[in-house]
């Protein structure tokens, strides 16, 4: 544009240089011009002049300074490709040492990874590249858990500071039996008879620090059909801590107590008859080339709990508890014998009859095995009769007609609503039977069953344990 504004004013100038001469030779020709005339004209023409002379002057100053810029121009380019050439090889050489740290710190990485697959070792700390550019393990952070100790095992006390003994069994059945007529006694007697016990030193010394409340929390676990009645018959043998009897355990020993026990209106197993069964914690038959062996009811028990350790660590706490009681088992006759007189009824004429089907049931930690064990000849299906029978375990055997009832809370497990169980299942009370599944499944039956507390694991030993771990009183057995 400035050089354009240059040419423009040259040529203005030049037109005018033209148009001033056109208007002189005017003037010169015309004769007639008035002096005065033709000096003004001259004049005119002399200023214009002089401004053509400017035009020209500032024409030639603008192509000056042009060339000036062009040439100050072409110098800042150069200078600033030098530079920009500069920058990029700054650039090039950082991003080169950038992708070279980068694929290092990726290939450390690589390395240390490859090392603990070969050596099969976990990467238990945190890796992180440090900006992308440094491999950096963070000791202080851990990704993996470290492997956990071995854990102790659960506190257990040991047998002869809190089990009973089978003579204490004995001495406290006693107890139970001179209070109570039947299987079963009030909730209050039947913590009176355990304190009076402890402080008479009939039960384990530890048995003394047991207040009424840890004592009522045991007796709860045992509850009778009727309310604020303990089954202390159930109580003795969780006290006695059998193993528990698998289904066709009961289904045999269910068959042998009918067997052999003799009918009437006071029947049951003598003790003659009782002494003859083998029970599943007593002395096993022996095969042939063996020697016949007792039960270690300690170490069943042991055997089928669970244990935090490592199975081959199990197996041989348990190979030391058998040869520990290899020459000194425990006394199964004689805890049998003690069963028989807790658990069996005196009657008028001085004979002592254990009821059969009461002492099943009571062995029976599940529902279902009360349901194998009672009907144990037609593969579980109880009638109508056994299964009120089993939902009054306590109060067997049952007369045949029971009084009607006039108490204010009736009994939940009555005949009736058994026999209205019955009729949901579209099934003769008189003569059908039905399986556990079938009275689980119907609403009525899963109601009945859930409401029926006779049969549960009760551990009394766990829930003392408890209490006195929670005082800080327990020795435990390593």
Known sequence: PLLALADALEAAAAQEDEA??????????????????????????????????????????????????????????????????????????????????????????????????????????????????????????????????????????????????????????????????????????????????????????????????????????FPSAHAAQVSWHALVLALAQLPAPTSAQLAALAEACERNATPGEHGGLTRSSWDELELWFGPQPAREGEVAREFDVEAVRAASAPSPYPAHTRVHAHAEILRARRNNPLPSQALKAALFDALATRHANGASRLNQQRFVLYTCDSVPKAFAATAFADHGAVSAAELHALLHRDELPLPEHPPAELTPNPDPFSLAVVHRLFAELNCDAGKDRVPYLMVANNPLGARILSACELYRVNNVYAVLEAKLAAVGDLAIDM
Not at 24 to 32: F, I, L, M, R, S
Not at 43 to 57: D, F, G, I, K, N
Request: aromatic share 2%; with cysteine.
């Open 20 to 221: 001033a001469a056109l208007a002189q030779a005017a003037d010169t020709a015309d004769a007639e011009l008035l002096p005065s005339r033709a000096q003004h004209n001259g004049a005119v023409r002399a200023l214009q002049a002089e401004a053509r002379s400017l035009w020209r002057a500032e024409a030639a100053k603008l192509r000056r300074r042009c060339r000036a810029l062009c040439v100050h121009g072409a110098n800042a380019l150069a200078a600033n490709k030098a530079l920009l050439e500069r920058l990029y090889a700054q650039l090039d050489a950082r991003l080169g040492a950038r992708v070279r740290a980068e694929l290092e710190a990726v290939g450390a990485l690589v390395q240390l990874m490859r090392a603990a697959v070969e050596s099969e070792a976990q990467l238990s700390h945190a890796l992180e590249l440090a900006d992308g550019a440094a491999l950096v393990v963070d000791e202080s952070l851990l990704l993996v858990p470290r492997r956990p100790a071995m854990p102790a095992p659960a506190p257990r006390q040991r047998l002869g500071q809190l089990r009973l003994s089978v003579a204490q069994l004995v001495g406290l059945s006693a107890r139970f039996g001179s209070e109570a007529t039947g299987s079963t006694l009030p909730l209050r007697t039947a913590i009176d008879v355990l304190l009076r016990a402890a402080a008479a030193g009939e039960l384990p010394p530890l048995w003394r620090q047991f207040e009424r409340t840890v004592l009522l929390q045991v007796c709860r676990l």
